[in-house]
Protein backbone atom coordinates (compact mmCIF):
# COMPACT_ATOMS: atom_id res chain seq x y z
CA UNK A 1 0.00 0.00 0.00
CA UNK A 2 0.90 3.28 -0.78
CA UNK A 3 -0.31 6.88 0.20
CA UNK A 4 1.40 10.33 -1.88
CA UNK A 5 2.26 12.70 0.69
CA UNK A 6 0.88 15.77 -1.56
CA UNK A 7 -2.73 14.19 -1.09
CA UNK A 8 -5.43 14.44 1.27
CA UNK A 9 -7.03 11.58 2.66
CA UNK A 10 -10.79 11.58 4.10
CA UNK A 11 -11.29 8.76 6.38
CA UNK A 12 -14.40 7.38 3.54
CA UNK A 13 -11.18 6.29 1.80
CA UNK A 14 -10.96 9.15 -0.46
CA UNK A 15 -7.96 11.20 -1.93
CA UNK A 16 -7.69 14.49 -2.82
CA UNK A 17 -4.75 16.34 -4.63
CA UNK A 18 -5.15 20.49 -4.78
CA UNK A 19 -3.92 22.22 -7.77
CA UNK A 20 -4.71 25.74 -7.19
CA UNK A 21 -8.48 25.90 -7.40
CA UNK A 22 -8.85 22.56 -8.53
CA UNK A 23 -9.47 19.49 -6.60
CA UNK A 24 -8.85 16.02 -8.15
CA UNK A 25 -10.23 12.96 -6.46
CA UNK A 26 -9.59 9.56 -6.32
CA UNK A 27 -10.38 6.48 -4.30
CA UNK A 28 -6.91 5.23 -2.24
CA UNK A 29 -4.74 2.09 -2.33
CA UNK A 30 -6.35 0.71 0.60
CA UNK A 31 -9.82 0.99 -0.84
CA UNK A 32 -9.22 -0.86 -3.78
CA UNK A 33 -7.59 -3.21 -2.21
CA UNK A 34 -10.44 -3.85 -0.01
CA UNK A 35 -13.27 -3.49 -2.46
CA UNK A 36 -11.13 -6.15 -4.51
CA UNK A 37 -11.99 -6.24 -8.72
CA UNK A 38 -13.52 -3.42 -9.28
CA UNK A 39 -16.46 -3.84 -12.58
CA UNK A 40 -18.02 -0.90 -12.25
CA UNK A 41 -17.96 2.79 -11.19
CA UNK A 42 -21.01 5.82 -11.29
CA UNK A 43 -20.08 9.40 -11.31
CA UNK A 44 -22.01 12.34 -11.52
CA UNK A 45 -22.46 14.95 -14.13
CA UNK A 46 -20.19 17.85 -15.04
CA UNK A 47 -21.38 20.86 -13.36
CA UNK A 48 -22.95 19.08 -10.94
CA UNK A 49 -22.29 20.63 -6.95
CA UNK A 50 -21.15 18.62 -4.65
CA UNK A 51 -20.51 19.31 -0.64
CA UNK A 52 -17.82 17.50 1.46
CA UNK A 53 -18.97 14.14 3.09
CA UNK A 54 -21.71 13.65 0.97
CA UNK A 55 -22.24 10.92 -1.74
CA UNK A 56 -21.56 11.99 -5.57
CA UNK A 57 -20.94 8.11 -6.94
CA UNK A 58 -20.13 4.07 -6.44
CA UNK A 59 -18.06 1.65 -7.16
CA UNK A 60 -18.46 -1.52 -7.60
CA UNK A 61 -16.69 -4.61 -7.15
CA UNK A 62 -17.41 -8.11 -7.93
CA UNK A 63 -18.80 -8.28 -4.74
CA UNK A 64 -19.62 -5.26 -3.20
CA UNK A 65 -21.02 -1.83 -3.60
CA UNK A 66 -19.39 1.21 -2.07
CA UNK A 67 -20.39 4.73 -2.09
CA UNK A 68 -17.86 7.97 -3.30
CA UNK A 69 -17.98 10.88 -0.28
CA UNK A 70 -16.39 13.89 -1.79
CA UNK A 71 -13.21 15.12 0.02
CA UNK A 72 -14.03 18.78 -0.60
CA UNK A 73 -17.42 21.42 -1.53
CA UNK A 74 -17.15 22.35 -5.24
CA UNK A 75 -18.44 21.99 -8.87
CA UNK A 76 -17.70 19.28 -11.03
CA UNK A 77 -15.34 19.96 -13.88
CA UNK A 78 -14.69 17.22 -15.22
CA UNK A 79 -15.26 12.99 -15.16
CA UNK A 80 -13.11 9.66 -16.02
CA UNK A 81 -15.02 8.53 -18.56
CA UNK A 82 -12.01 6.03 -19.68
CA UNK A 83 -13.30 4.56 -16.54
CA UNK A 84 -16.53 3.57 -18.15
CA UNK A 85 -14.70 1.17 -19.93
CA UNK A 86 -11.89 -0.15 -18.33
CA UNK A 87 -12.78 0.32 -13.80
CA UNK A 88 -10.03 -2.01 -13.41
CA UNK A 89 -7.38 0.62 -13.76
CA UNK A 90 -8.54 1.59 -9.77
CA UNK A 91 -7.16 -1.51 -9.18
CA UNK A 92 -3.96 -1.16 -10.56
CA UNK A 93 -3.10 2.23 -10.06
CA UNK A 94 -5.39 3.71 -7.11
CA UNK A 95 -3.13 6.99 -6.94
CA UNK A 96 -2.55 7.47 -10.36
CA UNK A 97 -6.40 7.45 -11.31
CA UNK A 98 -8.99 10.04 -10.98
CA UNK A 99 -12.67 9.59 -10.96
CA UNK A 100 -13.54 13.74 -10.82
CA UNK A 101 -12.15 17.25 -10.78
CA UNK A 102 -13.56 20.01 -8.81
CA UNK A 103 -13.43 23.51 -9.18
CA UNK A 104 -13.09 23.85 -4.91
CA UNK A 105 -15.57 25.87 -3.55
CA UNK A 106 -12.77 26.37 -0.69
CA UNK A 107 -9.61 25.40 -0.20
CA UNK A 108 -9.20 25.00 2.94
CA UNK A 109 -11.71 22.19 2.97
CA UNK A 110 -8.19 20.36 2.90
CA UNK A 111 -7.68 21.22 6.66
CA UNK A 112 -10.24 18.84 7.55
CA UNK A 113 -8.71 15.81 5.85
CA UNK A 114 -5.69 13.62 7.24
CA UNK A 115 -2.26 13.92 5.69
CA UNK A 116 -0.86 10.62 4.48
CA UNK A 117 1.28 9.04 7.36
CA UNK A 118 -2.07 10.01 9.81
CA UNK A 119 -4.40 8.41 6.95
CA UNK A 120 -1.79 5.35 6.93
CA UNK A 121 -2.09 5.13 11.05
CA UNK A 122 -6.22 5.44 10.51
CA UNK A 123 -6.30 2.41 8.31
CA UNK A 124 -3.70 0.47 10.42
CA UNK A 125 -6.26 1.30 13.32
CA UNK A 126 -8.92 0.53 11.77
CA UNK A 127 -8.27 -2.65 10.49
CA UNK A 128 -5.99 -3.96 13.23
CA UNK A 129 -2.90 -4.76 11.43
CA UNK B 1 -9.19 -9.62 16.36
CA UNK B 2 -11.74 -10.66 19.27
CA UNK B 3 -14.73 -11.60 16.97
CA UNK B 4 -13.00 -13.82 15.15
CA UNK B 5 -12.08 -15.99 18.01
CA UNK B 6 -15.57 -17.24 18.26
CA UNK B 7 -15.52 -18.29 14.46
CA UNK B 8 -15.17 -21.95 13.24
CA UNK B 9 -11.96 -22.65 11.63
CA UNK B 10 -11.13 -25.29 9.40
CA UNK B 11 -8.22 -27.43 9.38
CA UNK B 12 -6.61 -25.25 6.70
CA UNK B 13 -6.78 -22.08 8.65
CA UNK B 14 -3.48 -21.34 9.12
CA UNK B 15 -2.28 -22.17 5.23
CA UNK B 16 -4.98 -19.85 3.98
CA UNK B 17 -3.23 -16.87 6.32
CA UNK B 18 -0.12 -18.14 4.98
CA UNK B 19 -1.48 -17.68 1.35
CA UNK B 20 -2.50 -14.08 2.75
CA UNK B 21 -5.99 -15.15 2.07
CA UNK B 22 -8.89 -12.16 2.75
CA UNK B 23 -11.20 -14.00 4.87
CA UNK B 24 -14.58 -13.29 5.86
CA UNK B 25 -17.33 -14.56 7.90
CA UNK B 26 -19.28 -17.39 6.33
CA UNK B 27 -22.18 -19.21 8.54
CA UNK B 28 -19.97 -19.00 11.89
CA UNK B 29 -16.78 -19.68 10.06
CA UNK B 30 -13.66 -17.72 9.32
CA UNK B 31 -13.26 -18.95 5.74
CA UNK B 32 -11.33 -17.28 2.54
CA UNK B 33 -13.27 -15.39 0.46
CA UNK B 34 -10.22 -14.58 -1.79
CA UNK B 35 -6.73 -14.84 -2.15
CA UNK B 36 -5.29 -13.40 -5.11
CA UNK B 37 -8.39 -11.67 -6.76
CA UNK B 38 -12.15 -13.09 -6.92
CA UNK B 39 -12.06 -12.38 -11.36
CA UNK B 40 -9.14 -14.43 -11.83
CA UNK B 41 -9.91 -17.23 -9.59
CA UNK B 42 -12.81 -17.50 -10.82
CA UNK B 43 -11.31 -17.61 -14.86
CA UNK B 44 -9.12 -20.41 -13.39
CA UNK B 45 -11.77 -22.74 -12.85
CA UNK B 46 -13.69 -22.19 -16.03
CA UNK B 47 -10.10 -22.27 -18.14
CA UNK B 48 -7.82 -24.47 -16.08
CA UNK B 49 -8.37 -25.80 -12.24
CA UNK B 50 -8.83 -24.39 -9.10
CA UNK B 51 -8.70 -25.79 -5.70
CA UNK B 52 -11.02 -24.77 -3.13
CA UNK B 53 -11.13 -25.86 0.91
CA UNK B 54 -15.00 -26.41 1.33
CA UNK B 55 -13.91 -28.32 4.66
CA UNK B 56 -17.07 -26.45 6.17
CA UNK B 57 -19.55 -28.15 4.49
CA UNK B 58 -20.95 -30.94 6.90
CA UNK B 59 -21.47 -35.34 6.67
CA UNK B 60 -24.24 -36.81 8.18
CA UNK B 61 -24.02 -40.91 7.23
CA UNK B 62 -27.17 -43.19 7.71
CA UNK B 63 -26.21 -46.46 8.37
CA UNK B 64 -28.07 -49.49 9.14
CA UNK B 65 -31.19 -51.73 7.96
CA UNK B 66 -33.73 -49.19 7.94
CA UNK B 67 -31.52 -46.35 6.50
CA UNK B 68 -32.87 -46.28 2.81
CA UNK B 69 -35.94 -46.21 4.33
CA UNK B 70 -35.27 -43.48 6.96
CA UNK B 71 -33.27 -41.52 3.41
CA UNK B 72 -36.55 -41.91 1.54
CA UNK B 73 -38.61 -40.62 4.31
CA UNK B 74 -36.14 -37.57 4.60
CA UNK B 75 -35.47 -36.26 1.47
CA UNK B 76 -37.07 -35.50 -1.76
CA UNK B 77 -35.56 -36.98 -4.47
CA UNK B 78 -35.62 -41.01 -4.87
CA UNK B 79 -32.69 -42.69 -3.34
CA UNK B 80 -33.85 -46.11 -4.36
CA UNK B 81 -32.51 -45.25 -7.74
CA UNK B 82 -29.03 -44.87 -6.40
CA UNK B 83 -26.17 -47.71 -6.90
CA UNK B 84 -23.36 -47.91 -4.65
CA UNK B 85 -20.98 -45.19 -5.75
CA UNK B 86 -23.67 -42.81 -6.74
CA UNK B 87 -24.80 -39.53 -5.42
CA UNK B 88 -27.78 -36.74 -6.66
CA UNK B 89 -28.56 -33.60 -5.32
CA UNK B 90 -31.72 -33.86 -3.21
CA UNK B 91 -33.17 -31.78 -0.58
CA UNK B 92 -34.80 -32.05 3.41
CA UNK B 93 -37.88 -30.35 3.59
CA UNK B 94 -40.21 -29.13 5.97
CA UNK B 95 -44.07 -30.40 6.15
CA UNK B 96 -45.24 -27.43 3.81
CA UNK B 97 -42.60 -27.87 1.31
CA UNK B 98 -40.18 -25.32 2.17
CA UNK B 99 -36.23 -26.29 2.74
CA UNK B 100 -34.61 -27.37 5.81
CA UNK B 101 -31.60 -27.39 3.20
CA UNK B 102 -30.66 -29.13 0.04
CA UNK B 103 -27.81 -31.63 0.16
CA UNK B 104 -25.51 -34.61 -1.89
CA UNK B 105 -26.27 -37.78 -0.81
CA UNK B 106 -24.09 -40.51 -1.40
CA UNK B 107 -25.09 -44.34 -1.46
CA UNK B 108 -21.75 -45.61 -0.15
CA UNK B 109 -22.92 -49.24 0.23
CA UNK B 110 -26.24 -51.47 0.69
CA UNK B 111 -27.77 -49.66 4.36
CA UNK B 112 -25.17 -46.88 4.39
CA UNK B 113 -25.67 -43.41 3.21
CA UNK B 114 -23.98 -39.96 3.33
CA UNK B 115 -25.27 -36.55 3.13
CA UNK B 116 -22.95 -33.91 2.44
CA UNK B 117 -25.00 -30.83 3.90
CA UNK B 118 -24.30 -26.87 3.91
CA UNK B 119 -22.20 -25.15 6.38
CA UNK B 120 -24.11 -22.22 8.42
CA UNK B 121 -26.91 -25.07 8.78
CA UNK B 122 -24.96 -28.23 10.47
CA UNK B 123 -26.57 -27.92 14.03
CA UNK B 124 -30.28 -26.95 12.50
CA UNK B 125 -30.33 -30.14 9.80
CA UNK B 126 -28.41 -33.03 12.30
CA UNK B 127 -31.10 -31.92 14.75
CA UNK B 128 -34.02 -31.94 11.78
CA UNK B 129 -32.64 -35.42 11.35
CA UNK B 130 -32.62 -36.97 14.33
CA UNK B 131 -36.13 -35.60 14.66
CA UNK B 132 -37.45 -36.96 11.53
CA UNK B 133 -36.02 -40.17 11.97
CA UNK B 134 -35.52 -41.17 15.55
CA UNK B 135 -38.32 -42.90 16.17
CA UNK B 136 -36.93 -45.57 13.55
CA UNK B 137 -35.22 -48.83 14.52
CA UNK B 138 -32.45 -49.55 12.27
CA UNK B 139 -30.61 -46.67 11.76
CA UNK B 140 -28.01 -45.05 12.94
CA UNK B 141 -27.34 -41.43 12.86
CA UNK B 142 -23.33 -40.61 12.69
CA UNK B 143 -22.47 -36.57 12.20
CA UNK B 144 -18.83 -36.79 10.64
CA UNK B 145 -18.72 -33.31 9.76
CA UNK B 146 -15.30 -32.93 11.89
CA UNK B 147 -13.67 -35.93 10.47
CA UNK B 148 -12.89 -34.77 7.09
CA UNK B 149 -11.22 -32.15 5.09
CA UNK B 150 -12.91 -31.63 2.10
CA UNK B 151 -11.42 -30.11 -1.08
CA UNK B 152 -12.55 -29.26 -4.11
CA UNK B 153 -10.29 -29.75 -7.27
CA UNK B 154 -12.50 -27.37 -10.28
CA UNK B 155 -11.77 -27.04 -13.67
CA UNK B 156 -11.04 -28.50 -17.17
CA UNK B 157 -7.28 -29.22 -15.62
CA UNK B 158 -9.05 -30.84 -12.11
CA UNK B 159 -8.68 -34.60 -13.77
CA UNK B 160 -5.30 -34.31 -15.17
CA UNK B 161 -4.02 -32.49 -11.56
CA UNK B 162 -5.78 -35.17 -9.27
CA UNK B 163 -4.25 -38.20 -11.28
CA UNK B 164 -1.08 -37.17 -10.73
CA UNK B 165 -1.92 -37.94 -6.40
CA UNK B 166 -3.61 -41.11 -6.96
CA UNK B 167 -3.55 -44.53 -8.52
CA UNK B 168 -6.95 -44.69 -9.12
CA UNK B 169 -8.38 -44.08 -12.54
CA UNK B 170 -9.98 -41.11 -12.45
CA UNK B 171 -11.87 -40.98 -15.75
CA UNK B 172 -14.13 -43.50 -15.75
CA UNK B 173 -15.40 -42.14 -12.80
CA UNK B 174 -18.65 -40.33 -14.51
CA UNK B 175 -20.18 -37.00 -13.26
CA UNK B 176 -21.52 -37.19 -9.46
CA UNK B 177 -20.17 -40.64 -9.32
CA UNK B 178 -17.53 -41.70 -6.53
CA UNK B 179 -15.03 -44.34 -5.61
CA UNK B 180 -12.44 -44.68 -2.85
CA UNK B 181 -8.71 -44.95 -3.66
CA UNK B 182 -5.40 -44.14 -2.13
CA UNK B 183 -4.39 -40.13 -2.72
CA UNK B 184 -1.04 -38.53 -1.38
CA UNK B 185 -0.82 -41.51 0.64
CA UNK B 186 -4.22 -41.56 2.76
CA UNK B 187 -5.86 -44.42 2.28
CA UNK B 188 -9.58 -44.68 1.61
CA UNK B 189 -10.08 -41.13 0.29
CA UNK B 190 -13.33 -40.66 -1.13
CA UNK B 191 -13.18 -39.16 -4.24
CA UNK B 192 -16.01 -37.94 -6.11
CA UNK B 193 -16.90 -36.31 -9.35
CA UNK B 194 -18.96 -33.51 -7.94
CA UNK B 195 -18.74 -29.47 -7.45
CA UNK B 196 -20.44 -26.38 -7.20
CA UNK B 197 -18.97 -24.26 -9.82
CA UNK B 198 -20.61 -25.63 -12.94
CA UNK B 199 -16.79 -27.32 -13.96
CA UNK B 200 -16.10 -31.05 -14.63
CA UNK B 201 -13.83 -31.73 -10.61
CA UNK B 202 -13.67 -33.38 -8.12
CA UNK B 203 -14.37 -33.39 -4.33
CA UNK B 204 -11.89 -35.38 -1.91
CA UNK B 205 -12.57 -36.17 1.79
CA UNK B 206 -9.26 -36.48 3.38
CA UNK B 207 -8.54 -36.64 7.50
CA UNK B 208 -9.15 -33.47 9.04
CA UNK B 209 -6.10 -33.08 10.92
CA UNK B 210 -3.92 -29.94 10.38
CA UNK B 211 -0.53 -31.84 9.07
CA UNK B 212 -2.20 -33.81 6.65
CA UNK B 213 -4.65 -31.64 5.38
CA UNK B 214 -2.04 -28.84 5.00
CA UNK B 215 0.12 -31.57 2.75
CA UNK B 216 -2.44 -32.61 0.68
CA UNK B 217 -3.51 -29.32 -0.31
CA UNK B 218 0.38 -28.56 -1.08
CA UNK B 219 0.65 -31.34 -2.83
CA UNK B 220 -2.63 -30.56 -5.06
CA UNK B 221 -1.12 -27.20 -5.79
CA UNK B 222 2.28 -28.56 -6.64
CA UNK B 223 0.62 -31.20 -8.84
CA UNK B 224 -1.64 -28.37 -10.82
CA UNK B 225 1.08 -26.01 -10.78
CA UNK B 226 1.81 -27.20 -14.54
CA UNK B 227 -1.33 -26.86 -15.32
CA UNK B 228 -1.92 -23.21 -13.52
CA UNK B 229 -3.85 -24.16 -10.63
CA UNK B 230 -4.27 -21.54 -7.92
CA UNK B 231 -6.51 -21.75 -4.75
CA UNK B 232 -9.92 -20.23 -4.73
CA UNK B 233 -12.15 -18.73 -2.46
CA UNK B 234 -15.70 -18.12 -1.31
CA UNK B 235 -16.32 -15.07 -3.63
CA UNK B 236 -15.23 -17.03 -6.99
CA UNK B 237 -17.29 -20.09 -5.74
CA UNK B 238 -20.29 -17.64 -5.42
CA UNK B 239 -19.89 -16.31 -9.14
CA UNK B 240 -19.44 -19.73 -10.26
CA UNK B 241 -22.49 -21.48 -8.80
CA UNK B 242 -24.18 -18.25 -9.99
CA UNK B 243 -23.07 -18.52 -13.95
CA UNK B 244 -24.16 -22.09 -13.26
CA UNK B 245 -27.38 -21.34 -12.12
CA UNK B 246 -27.28 -23.38 -8.91
CA UNK B 247 -28.98 -22.36 -5.40
CA UNK B 248 -27.49 -21.12 -2.51
CA UNK B 249 -29.40 -21.73 1.03
CA UNK B 250 -30.30 -18.57 2.58
CA UNK B 251 -30.97 -17.16 -1.04
CA UNK B 252 -32.98 -19.21 -3.88
CA UNK B 253 -33.67 -22.23 -1.40
CA UNK B 254 -34.95 -20.78 2.10
CA UNK B 255 -37.73 -22.09 5.07
CA UNK B 256 -40.14 -19.63 3.85
CA UNK B 257 -40.13 -20.92 -0.55
CA UNK B 258 -40.95 -24.17 -1.75
CA UNK B 259 -39.62 -26.96 -4.08
CA UNK B 260 -41.69 -25.76 -7.00
CA UNK B 261 -40.88 -22.13 -6.55
CA UNK B 262 -37.00 -22.86 -6.62
CA UNK B 263 -37.86 -24.82 -9.88
CA UNK B 264 -36.39 -28.29 -8.36
CA UNK B 265 -39.11 -29.94 -8.90
CA UNK B 266 -37.13 -32.66 -11.15
CA UNK B 267 -35.22 -33.14 -8.10
CA UNK B 268 -38.33 -34.04 -6.12
CA UNK B 269 -40.28 -37.51 -6.57
CA UNK B 270 -43.77 -37.29 -5.56
CA UNK B 271 -44.24 -40.50 -7.06
CA UNK B 272 -41.31 -42.81 -5.35
CA UNK B 273 -43.73 -44.96 -3.14
CA UNK B 274 -42.55 -43.91 -0.15
CA UNK B 275 -43.87 -41.18 1.50
CA UNK B 276 -41.53 -37.98 2.72
CA UNK B 277 -41.60 -34.84 4.61
CA UNK B 278 -43.33 -32.10 2.33
CA UNK B 279 -44.66 -34.25 0.05
CA UNK B 280 -48.19 -33.56 1.02
CA UNK B 281 -48.05 -29.95 1.31
CA UNK B 282 -46.25 -30.24 -2.68
CA UNK B 283 -48.68 -32.86 -4.21
CA UNK B 284 -51.21 -30.51 -3.06
CA UNK B 285 -49.35 -27.34 -4.35
CA UNK B 286 -49.40 -29.48 -7.74
CA UNK B 287 -52.90 -30.20 -7.84
CA UNK B 288 -53.67 -26.52 -7.55
CA UNK B 289 -51.86 -25.43 -10.18
CA UNK B 290 -48.65 -24.92 -9.05
CA UNK B 291 -46.71 -22.17 -7.20
CA UNK B 292 -47.75 -18.32 -8.19
CA UNK B 293 -43.62 -17.63 -8.21
CA UNK B 294 -40.68 -18.81 -9.61
CA UNK B 295 -37.29 -18.63 -9.84
CA UNK B 296 -35.77 -16.85 -12.81
CA UNK B 297 -32.60 -16.21 -14.65
CA UNK B 298 -32.20 -12.04 -15.53
CA UNK B 299 -29.92 -10.34 -17.82
CA UNK B 300 -28.97 -6.69 -17.10
CA UNK B 301 -30.08 -5.02 -20.21
CA UNK B 302 -29.06 -1.21 -19.23
CA UNK B 303 -25.67 -0.28 -17.36
CA UNK B 304 -26.21 -1.32 -13.88
CA UNK B 305 -25.53 -4.45 -11.65
CA UNK B 306 -28.96 -5.65 -9.66
CA UNK B 307 -27.19 -7.72 -6.22
CA UNK B 308 -28.62 -9.78 -3.72
CA UNK B 309 -31.81 -8.46 -1.91
CA UNK B 310 -32.58 -5.52 -4.57
CA UNK B 311 -36.31 -5.01 -6.07
CA UNK B 312 -37.91 -6.52 -8.90
CA UNK B 313 -39.90 -4.15 -10.62
CA UNK B 314 -42.54 -4.43 -13.69
CA UNK B 315 -41.95 -1.81 -16.44
CA UNK B 316 -44.23 0.36 -15.42
CA UNK B 317 -42.45 0.54 -11.78
CA UNK B 318 -44.58 -2.12 -9.89
CA UNK B 319 -42.74 -4.32 -7.39
CA UNK B 320 -43.10 -7.77 -8.64
CA UNK B 321 -40.31 -9.52 -7.18
CA UNK B 322 -36.63 -9.93 -5.52
CA UNK B 323 -33.46 -10.62 -6.54
CA UNK B 324 -31.83 -13.73 -4.55
CA UNK B 325 -28.46 -13.36 -5.71
CA UNK B 326 -27.10 -10.93 -8.76
CA UNK B 327 -23.30 -10.49 -9.32
CA UNK B 328 -21.14 -9.27 -12.55
CA UNK B 329 -20.67 -12.76 -13.83
CA UNK B 330 -16.66 -12.77 -14.97
CA UNK B 331 -16.75 -15.47 -17.25
CA UNK B 332 -19.41 -14.78 -19.41
CA UNK B 333 -18.85 -10.84 -18.97
CA UNK B 334 -22.40 -9.87 -18.17
CA UNK B 335 -24.42 -8.47 -15.50
CA UNK B 336 -26.83 -11.67 -13.96
CA UNK B 337 -29.06 -12.28 -11.25
CA UNK B 338 -31.28 -15.13 -10.29
CA UNK B 339 -34.82 -13.87 -8.76
CA UNK B 340 -38.26 -14.91 -7.88
CA UNK B 341 -41.18 -12.95 -10.40
CA UNK B 342 -44.86 -13.98 -10.64
CA UNK B 343 -45.71 -16.45 -13.19
CA UNK B 344 -46.65 -13.68 -15.68
CA UNK B 345 -43.01 -12.81 -15.84
CA UNK B 346 -41.44 -15.88 -16.23
CA UNK B 347 -41.36 -16.81 -20.03
CA UNK B 348 -38.11 -15.92 -21.39
CA UNK B 349 -37.49 -12.66 -23.00
CA UNK B 350 -39.70 -10.99 -20.53
CA UNK B 351 -38.96 -7.47 -19.45
CA UNK B 352 -38.50 -6.19 -16.33
CA UNK B 353 -36.40 -3.98 -14.07
CA UNK B 354 -34.19 -4.35 -11.25
CA UNK B 355 -34.43 -1.53 -9.09
CA UNK B 356 -30.51 -0.50 -8.26
CA UNK B 357 -30.30 2.04 -5.43
CA UNK B 358 -33.54 3.74 -6.35
CA UNK B 359 -33.61 3.89 -10.11
CA UNK B 360 -34.89 0.86 -12.35
CA UNK B 361 -32.77 -0.22 -14.61
CA UNK B 362 -33.87 -2.95 -17.38
CA UNK B 363 -33.38 -6.36 -17.58
CA UNK B 364 -34.83 -9.50 -19.44
CA UNK B 365 -35.66 -12.96 -18.10
CA UNK B 366 -33.07 -15.21 -19.93
CA UNK B 367 -32.85 -19.21 -19.97
CA UNK B 368 -31.02 -20.75 -16.51
CA UNK B 369 -28.48 -21.93 -16.12
CA UNK B 370 -26.13 -18.92 -17.60
CA UNK B 371 -23.13 -21.05 -18.31
CA UNK B 372 -22.79 -24.39 -19.36
CA UNK B 373 -19.80 -26.01 -20.10
CA UNK B 374 -18.52 -27.02 -23.41
CA UNK B 375 -19.23 -31.00 -23.70
CA UNK B 376 -15.51 -33.42 -23.83
CA UNK B 377 -15.52 -33.82 -27.64
CA UNK B 378 -12.55 -36.28 -28.59
CA UNK B 379 -10.28 -34.31 -30.91
CA UNK B 380 -10.49 -35.42 -34.78
CA UNK B 381 -8.45 -37.96 -35.90
CA UNK B 382 -6.12 -35.91 -38.49
CA UNK B 383 -5.33 -37.96 -41.32
CA UNK B 384 -1.56 -38.48 -41.45
CA UNK B 385 0.13 -36.64 -44.43
CA UNK B 386 0.45 -38.01 -47.29
Known amino acids: MSYPEKYKYAKSHEWLNIDGETGIVGIT ?70 LIKLTLTNTDDANALLSATDYEKFVSEETGH | M ?150 AIQGPKAEATLQKLTGVDLKPIKNYWFTWGQVCGCHNVMIARTGYTGEDGFEIYIPSDEPTSSRVWGEVLAAGEEFGI ?28 NVFEANLGRYCKLDKGTDFVGREALAKIQADGGPSKKLVGLEMVERGIGRDGYPVLSLDGAKIGEVTSGSPAPFLKKNIALAYVPIAFTEVGTEVAVEVRGLPVKAVVVPTPFYKRPKITTPPITAPLS
Open chain 2, 2 to 151: TETATLRRTALHATHHSHKAKMVDFGGWDMPVQYRGLIEEHMAVRERVGLFDVSHMGDIQLRGPNSLAAVQKLLMNDASKLQTGQAHYSAMLYPNGTFVDDVVLHKLGDNDYLIVINAGTREKDVAWVRSVIGGMTGVHVNDFSDYYTQL
Open chain 2, 230 to 257: IPCGLGARNTLRLEAAMALYGHEISDTL
Open chain 1, 29 to 98: DYAQSSLGDIVFVELPKVGQQIEAGSTFGSVESVKAVSDLYSPATGTVTEINEALNSAPETINTAANDTW
